[in-house]
């Protein structure tokens, strides 16, 4: 899997879009992007995921850039049940996820 | 089910003591993962089941770790002889045929606490 890299923590306000980055320099032409994310005291949850163009789902959106060297994850409008660890993980073929440390969100009402 | 279901959700045992840890998958879902997490930290995986193909075990840490899966269905984690620094959250998915273009369902966990 791709390596990736995430801002250890983040802190965003209610109701205001949230864009969390994350880089893949060395991620292949045929690695996908997944974010899962896992809020306190449950199991990680999909968010999204994406190869090349940006995708749109009810939880959230994935803007990947042309070179594929980074890509964020857009909450539109937070909202405290938001808050959680978010995680990028360039995904190599059907292999296992390999979780990094992510990104903790923080989200003040 | 609907989700994927482990149990016991929560295990406290003795230093020494076996244990076993169940994860029922989705229905239909060919692939199921057994990952931990130690307080504070990241998701560690351990092993992995895809359908009728040998095991990937590289996640294991020590030959105390086993797990199976009968009938591509229920897996078993079991950790022999139990020490303190297996204390952790043990937690399993699935995912659907194929896994590529499919998210992994987390359970919620089975929290053990070896005392």
């Known amino acids: 899997d791709a390596k990736t890299t995430q801002p250890n923590s983040m802190e965003s306000n209610e109701e205001e879009p949230v864009h969390l980055p994350c880089n893949h320099s060395?991620?292949?032409?045929?690695?996908?992007i997944h974010w899962y994310r896992q809020l306190p005291s449950q199991g990680p949850e999909y968010v999204i995921h994406?190869?090349?163009s940006n995708v749109n789902n009810r939880m959230a959106s994935l803007a990947i850039a042309e070179d594929r060297k980074s890509s964020t994850l857009i909450l539109h409008r937070a909202t405290l049940r938001d808050a959680a660890v978010y995680y990028c993980?360039?995904?190599?073929?059907?292999?296992?996820?390999?979780f990094g440390q992510g990104t903790r969100l923080t989200i003040n009402p | 089910g609907a989700g994927v279901s482990q149990s016991p959700s929560n295990k406290v045992t003795e230093k020494g003591k076996d244990v076993e840890l169940r994860c029922d998958p989705i229905?239909?879902?060919?692939?199921l993962y057994w990952y931990r997490q130690s307080l504070g930290q990241g998701l560690e995986f351990l092993i992995y089941?895809?359908?009728?193909?040998?095991?990937?075990k590289s996640g294991l840490p020590s030959d105390r770790f086993s797990a199976e899966r009968t009938g591509g269905s229920v897996s078993t984690l079991t950790i022999q002889r139990t020490q303190q620094e297996d204390s952790a959250v043990y937690l399993c998915?699935?995912?659907?045929?194929?896994?590529?273009?499919?998210?992994?369902?987390f359970g919620s966990g089975t929290r053990l606490t070896v005392v």
């Open positions: 998915a699935s995912s659907s045929p194929g896994g590529l273009n499919y998210g992994y369902t």
């Open positions: 060395t991620i292949s032409g045929t690695d996908y």
């Open positions: 994406g190869l090349t």
């Open positions: 993980i360039g995904r190599t073929g059907a292999q296992k996820l390999v």
């Open positions: 229905s239909g879902h060919t692939a």
């Open positions: 089941f895809q359908g009728n193909s040998a095991p990937d």
